[in-house]
């Protein structure tokens, strides 16, 4: 099975910083099928990336993804008061699709 | 509105059975394969299963294979996860979840919609 590293474990940010996370797999995925994903608590997951790049429908263009074999980025330009969350990296190009432990994005 | 509603949650004893429902509604539901993903409490998410649109192919992480069956039903619009000899560690909120592209025919895609999830824990 594919293993997706995520870092930090915990990101602590202010609203309006850049917040960068990081996701790294164990092995190069197939066509950069990797998704990130938001959850709030008491939430179910929403998709932001897929694709690696591209963003979800609905999504800010404040949400960007990047990276391709086996590091990716997702990146938050200016944080809003609503970023901050549980952040989820998934990888799909081979099975069994796994996904990563999470990064949580704190209020500093 | 796209929308996927889980139920049958609850508590069950450790060998147990239970079943999940998820009803669909908002998007033509038999075109896409459709998925079970859990997460235990304060943890991650796992993947369980997928089933295709048609019915043709299901797909079980190995931890459940042999004990849960992933159904659907395209008349209702409904999907199912049938659990068996439930253990402790199926503890967990469980998600119906859909591909976000139709037509597929592996357990590997996104998933663009979620439902609110219901809860399934395994305690004597």
């Known amino acids: 099975d594919i293993v997706l590293t995520q870092s930090p474990g915990t990101l602590s940010l202010s609203p309006g910083e850049r917040a960068t996370l990081s996701c790294r797999a164990s092995?190069?995925?197939?066509?950069?099928?990797l998704a990130w994903y938001q959850q709030k608590p008491g939430q179910a997951p929403r998709l932001l990336i897929y694709g690696a790049s591209s963003r979800a429908t609905g999504i800010p263009d404040r949400f960007s993804g990047s990276g391709s074999g086996t590091d990716f980025t997702l990146t938050i330009s200016r944080l809003e008061p609503e970023d901050f969350a549980v952040y989820y990296c998934q990888q799909y190009g081979s099975s069994p699709q796994t996904f990563g432990q999470g990064t949580k994005v704190e209020i500093k | 509105e796209v929308q996927l509603v889980e139920s049958g949650g609850g508590l069950v004893k450790p060998g147990g059975s239970l079943r999940l429902s998820c009803a669909a509604s908002g998007f033509t539901f038999r075109i896409y394969s459709m998925n079970w993903v859990r997460q235990a409490p304060g943890k991650g998410l796992e993947w369980v299963s997928s089933i295709t649109g048609g019915s043709n192919y299901m797909y079980y992480t190995d931890s459940v294979k042999g004990r849960f069956t992933v159904s659907r039903d395209n008349a209702k619009s409904s999907l199912y996860l049938e659990m068996n000899s439930l253990r402790a560690e199926d503890t967990a909120v469980y998600y119906c979840?859909?591909?976000?592209?139709?037509?597929?025919?592996?357990?590997?895609?996104?998933?663009?919609?979620w439902g609110q999830g219901t809860m399934v824990t395994v305690s004597s």
């Open positions: 979840a859909r591909d976000r592209t139709s037509g597929g025919y592996n357990s590997l895609n996104a998933f663009d919609i």
């Open positions: 092995q190069s995925l197939s066509l950069n099928f």
